[in-house]
Antibody, heavy 123, light 107 residues
């Protein structure tokens, strides 16, 4: 069945780096746009990045622009998020999600989510 | 950027109640409005897209309405499994902002 599994989270010091991965299975990964959303402890959802199926179109939230980099390897069915210059406020569960257009091409939803990976930024 | 504001932030209700959650966008977003349900420790789940279309497998007691800037999510008769946090999300722009969430608790 359709499945997304994140990995790579952990404890990192302020200013440090981390690379998250999201492994996809059960669907033609190279056909789908993908996204990253995060959730700080006890807080709401914050969308942070989006990538087209070829990697040619990428968007970031202002809160991570210039520090985080989204990428993908369609041959490996994998999505990545490189986190640089980490701050305490980046502490969160990071979710990858599949972007899907159920009825028309310009209406996009996040229809499949992974279970999340926790990133803790602390000294 | 488009800001999404939900009301209320929390809500206490009983099994069988009808509840309504509202979501307001800071600018018009047509029907580019989606709703998600999240239970503690779990990933969000897509409930409704395009303001009013139920995702496959979602019970018919859930419904959505609205267009422009004002939207509602209604649960017609609360079931025990519906106690969760609900988020609206705009997909009018590719800066997919979420509302702050509405936590639905058992009274």
């Amino acid at each position: 069945q359709v499945h997304l599994v994140e990995s790579g989270g952990g404890l990192v010091k302020p200013g440090g780096t981390l690379r998250l991965a999201c492994s996809a299975s059960g669907f033609p990964f190279s056909d789908y746009y993908m996204s990253w959303t995060r959730q700080a402890p006890g807080k709401g959802l914050e969308w942070i990045s989006y990538i087209s199926n070829t990697g040619g179109t990428i968007y970031y939230a202002d809160s991570v622009k210039g520090r985080f980099t989204i990428s993908r390897d369609n041959a490996k069915n994998s999505l990545y998020l490189q986190l640089n210059s980490l701050r305490a406020e980046d502490t969160a569960v990071y979710y990858c999600a599949r972007v899907f257009s159920p009825v028309r091409s310009d209406l996009e939803v996040f229809d499949i989510w992974g279970q999340g990976t926790m990133v803790t930024v602390a000294s | 950027d488009i800001q999404m504001t939900q009301a209320p932030s929390s809500l206490s209700a009983s099994v069988g109640d009808r509840v309504t959650i509202t979501c307001r966008a800071s600018q018009t977003i047509s029907d580019y409005l989606n709703w998600y349900q999240q239970k503690p420790g779990k990933a969000p789940k897509l409930l409704i897209f395009g303001a009013s279309t139920l995702q496959s497998g979602v019970p018919s007691r859930f419904s959505g309405s609205g267009s422009g800037t004002d939207f509602t999510l209604t649960i017609s008769s609360l079931q025990p499994e519906d106690f969760a946090t609900y988020y609206c999300q705009q997909s009018y722009t590719t800066l997919f902002s979420f509302g702050q969430g509405t936590k639905l608790e058992i009274k």
